[in-house]
Structure formats: C-alpha cells, structure tokens
C-alpha cells in the first residue's frame, strides 16, 4: 500500500472501516465492501477504486481532496465517480472543478450528486443512503448507509414455498423493503445531529465527531462552532445502541496518551468495550 496520508483501519462484522480525521487538519473514511467513503480533506492513492464519496460539507479539511480524486481516477481511466453533496453547494463544486480546467487543462468528469435532509438516494439496488440535517457552523449533512433487504410480508408468514411462488406468477409482491442501517456517519456537528436524527443511535457502527476532551473548553462555545465535547456522549451514553462507536475528529491538542487517558476517565468503560478513538 502506497501510504501518502495517514490512514487508520478496523474491521467489524464484515465491514473494513479506513480513514484518518483530525480537526482542521483532513478528514477522510471509506467502507471498502460497500464502494463508498465519506469526505475527501485527502485522498490516500488506494482509495481511487472507491466510486462513491459521500462529502458533508464544503469546508476545506473535507473536501480539498475532490479535484484530486476526480483527476486520478480520469487518467487512469475509470469510471467517472459519484459524488453526492449538499444540495446547495452542487453548483459551486461543479465551478470549483472546472476553474481547475484551464490550470490543469484536464476535465473532471463525475456525477455531481445533490441530497437535503430527509432525502434517500439508492447508490446501487443493495446500498440505500439516507441524509440528515446536522448542526454545523455551515450547512452540514449526515448520512446512513443501508442495506436494503426484502422481507415476507407479515400476511405471508404462514404460507408455504409452493403457495408464495403461486403469488409471485401472479405478480403479487409479497415482500416488504427494510433498510439496515449499517454506517451512520454525523460529520461535523453539534450535539443537535445527534438529537434530531436518533437514527443514528441504531446505525451498526456509528462514526461520529468528538472534537474537544478537555474540561476547560466551554462547551457552549463549543456548541455555536459546531461540534461536540466528550460530555455531550457522557450525558447520551444510554442513548447509543450501536454496535461500534468511533469517535474522532479531536483537536490537534490533544496527544493519542492525552485523549485516552480523558475520556476513560469520564468513561470509564468505553461504553460496554463498544467506544473506539480514532487517533
Ligand atoms: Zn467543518
């Protein structure tokens, strides 16, 4: 593996979890077996076959990345990768990419993809994504990503084999769509993400941002900037029911040995083994 920006990994019930985030400095994950990342802050070289990126908000430690990605995968002649975005930014990121035309003389061919709060789009027949409105200082997305399923309608339930596929040769659907929510991912946000989309306390694995550990910052001033302090998951560690947590996105101040040692102290048991620190 080429390694031109850090990246971190971890595996969960067939699920490869990669990336690196730090605040201000970049922030980028990807879900290999599902062919989507979130964020674009860098792009590590072996992320290139990933053609979904699912970006949060357009502040430059997510998305600097974008142009750079888009180029790669152009000359090495892939398929033109699709982005989704918030809706509002769709056309300033397209006029973001083609200002780079004349200075690289190159095209950024992708689809330019635009989602609100409350919107679901199917990447694939299998992968459905869910995007939430979170609390940022800018306009900021969360998303889920599900594995749609289909399942017996309950009416069903007691029929044999023979009798469902009499249904079906008539036509009849007889399943239900469900949605798991396997990845939920909130971006930069204030504890309010969190609030208002209690989906995300049932994604199976949470990633989520944890920016300030430390007593001394104000959580107030915290909570006007968009995003969360290690007591804001204190006061909701009843709530989460996922099944992995991965916090991140803490400040450049605090040390690996630092955060550590401040969150076990405030969580002693990182909630039931399940709380990761992504540093
Ligand atoms: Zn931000």
Sequence with gaps: ???????????????????????????YWRIAELKLGFDLGAHPWDFMGTPFWLLTHCHLDHIAALPLYVARRRLMKMEPPTIIVPKYAVNAVRNMLDSFTPLDRGRFPCDLVGMEGGERFDLTREIVVQAFDVDHRIPSLGYIVNDRRRKLKLEYAELNGDEIRDLRGQGIDVTNEVLVPLVGYTGDTSPKGLDRN????????????????????QRQYIHKNGHMHLED???RQDEFRNEVIIASHFSTRY??????????????????????LWL
Excluded: C, W
Excluded at 13 to 19: K, N, P, R, V, W
Excluded at 198 to 217: G, R
């Design 198 to 217: 209690p989906e995300f306390y049932d994604a199976k694995v949470l990633i989520a941002e944890m920016t300030f550990l430390a007593h001394d910052h």
């Design 255 to 276: 040390s690996r040995a630092e955060a550590e040692r401040l969150v076990q102290k405030r969580l002693p048991d990182m909630l039931g083994s399940r709380l990761v």
């Design 1 to 27: 593996m080429l390694k031109n920006v850090p990246v971190r990994s971890m595996h969960h019930d067939g699920l490869t979890i990669e990336g690196y985030s730090r605040a201000a400095v970049q922030t």
């Design 233 to 235: 998951f204190v006061e």
